[in-house]
């Protein structure tokens, strides 16, 4: 070969690498990039705020959320995805609203507002509050300088929780501000075992408090595959429900899975279920193990890829990652969501956002 020939080949085969290299990259990002355009086109309301659904619905049940109203937790996840990704200007602007709408007289969060902002509720949501919180400090550690407020805020809001959510030495689901009531009940979906540890880092939880949340999830019954869904902190009793919901099921199973339990059973029957149906249902008859319903979440594969690859199961979050991937923009006026029958739930969108995150970048907590 001559070596004019010989320079041109190595010139092509480099630019070959690096536009194979440049597209590789592309198409890992593009489920990331399209998803979170989505969201920020198309779910967020003019103040900033996560719409939960796409289409305006009038709310006919105060203890449920309605069409352009925001939760807390769809924050919370927004949160974390800004977090996985490094947007440093997502992030603030998610700290901007947390605290200039979601935080009522400036010592609790609010589990909803409706679309102007505007909260209406007297109550918090623990699950939501321990997600923002463990956020806040994280960001403090992702983001080094120039953001005490973060972690400031963080201390305010768990000082309000320890004050007035705990129940029997438990923190619990909720707190009435205006009644000054709590319940007894303490869901299991709702221990977030990262985010208590980062109290406990943090110094605003002692390590007795910490051990007994870690003990909690570690030594928790469960029938054989599926866990209970709530404890009862003054009786100490477990709570079964006839149906399980899967995305709940997922939640515990993957803030258990930082204890070191053994969740070989449940990995086994969503890999069994999966293998059989081509498919993970929405809900579980706990009885027979049989699918409760006919409907697919994508909400329910985002978490599934977290929970196959905390397990070390790549292979099996890759399948449920390619069965996710077949429900996104299906319909061309909204490329990048989950939309179906011209709506979506924002959750349908933050975890399966989640999900590409951690499948991405190769793994649980990696």
Not at 27 to 50: E, V, W
Not at 90 to 97: L, R, V
Not at 141 to 149: D, L
């Amino acid at each position: 070969m001559r070596s004019g020939n010989k320079v041109l080949w190595i010139g092509l085969a480099i630019l070959l690498s690096t536009a194979l290299g440049i597209g590789g990259y592309l198409i890992q990002a593009k489920g990331d990039i399209s998803t979170k355009r989505f969201i920020t086109m198309n779910m967020t309301n003019p103040n900033g705020t996560l719409a939960t659904y796409l289409q305006e619905a009038q709310s006919v049940n105060p203890e449920l959320a309605a069409g352009r109203e925001a939760l807390s937790e769809s924050l919370g996840f927004w949160m974390q995805a800004a977090l996985e990704s490094r947007d440093l200007a997502e992030f603030e602007k998610s700290y901007d609203i947390l605290t200039r709408y979601f935080i009522a007289d400036r010592h609790y969060i609010a589990w909803k507002l409706n679309p102007e902002g505007k909260a209406q509720v007297s109550t918090n949501a623990l699950g939501d509050d321990l997600r923002i919180i463990g956020a806040l400090l994280d960001g403090t550690k992702v983001w080094k300088k120039g953001h005490s407020e973060w972690k400031e805020t963080a201390r305010d809001l768990t000082e309000t929780l320890l004050n007035r959510s705990q129940n029997n030495g438990y923190l619990v689901d909720f707190y009435d501000f205006s009644r000054q009531e709590m319940p007894d009940t303490l869901s299991l979906p709702y221990v977030d075992l990262p985010a208590l540890q980062g109290l406990l880092q943090e110094g605003l939880l002692d390590e007795e408090t910490y051990i007994r949340y870690h003990s909690l999830l570690r030594n928790m019954p469960d029938d054989g595959v599926f866990y209970p869904k709530s404890f009862n902190v003054v009786t100490k009793e477990y709570t079964y429900e006839p149906k399980v919901n899967l995305i709940d099921q997922l939640l515990i199973a993957l803030y258990a899975g930082e204890t070191g339990r053994d969740q070989a059973p449940l990995h086994q029957f969503l890999k069994e279920e999966f293998g059989q149906a081509g498919k993970l249902a929405g809900q579980y008859t706990r009885a027979d193990r049989k699918a409760a319903v006919n409907y697919e979440s994508p909400s329910v594969y985002g978490l599934a890829i977290n929970f196959a690859l905390q397990r070390g199961d790549r292979p099996f979050a890759a399948k449920l990652y390619k069965r996710m991937q077949t429900f996104k923009g299906k319909d061309a006026r909204y490329p990048g969501g989950y939309v179906f029958g011209n709506n979506t739930h924002i959750f349908d969108n933050l975890l399966p956002l989640l999900g590409e995150y951690a499948f991405q970048r190769g793994g649980h907590g990696k």
